[in-house]
């Protein structure tokens, strides 16, 4: 069982930042694949990136457009989001999701709201 608690999200005018943080307790948390997802109101999950356990970086381009770049800190079993040049279509409720491998995110945080202003 992994435990993950999200933190970071808020309410940031349009072009500016915010680092979202993933964290868990279990020391093993450096062995697994790890995600970010949102969910805007009305609209489906959307998949925003991923980092695997060597620190390797998948990106939905789509979304990202070069502005997000997820990183780990395996001495603290903290993933991160860093988010730049965020715009109002960036409001959402943002997941990260946790897994042995990529196709399975077994484990779920509960989310943490960004709201961007325009």
């Known amino acids: 069982q992994v435990r993950l608690a999200e933190s970071g999200g808020g309410l940031v005018q349009a072009g500016g930042s915010l680092r979202l943080s993933c964290a868990a307790a279990?020391?093993?948390?450096?062995?697994?694949?790890v995600a970010w997802f949102r969910q805007a109101p009305g609209k489906e999950r959307e998949f925003i990136a991923r980092?695997?356990?060597?620190?390797?970086?998948?990106y939905n381009a789509d979304s990202v457009k070069g502005r997000f770049t997820i990183s780990r800190d395996f001495a603290k079993t903290t993933v991160y989001l860093q988010m730049n040049s965020l715009e109002a279509e960036d409001t959402a409720v943002y997941y990260c999701?946790?897994?042995?491998?990529?196709?399975?995110?077994?484990?779920w945080g509960q989310g943490t709201q960004v709201t961007v202003s325009s």
């Open positions: 999701a946790a897994g042995l491998l990529p196709g399975a995110l077994n484990y």
């Open positions: 279990e020391r093993t948390f450096g062995s697994y694949t």
């Open positions: 980092i695997n356990r060597s620190g390797a970086p998948t």
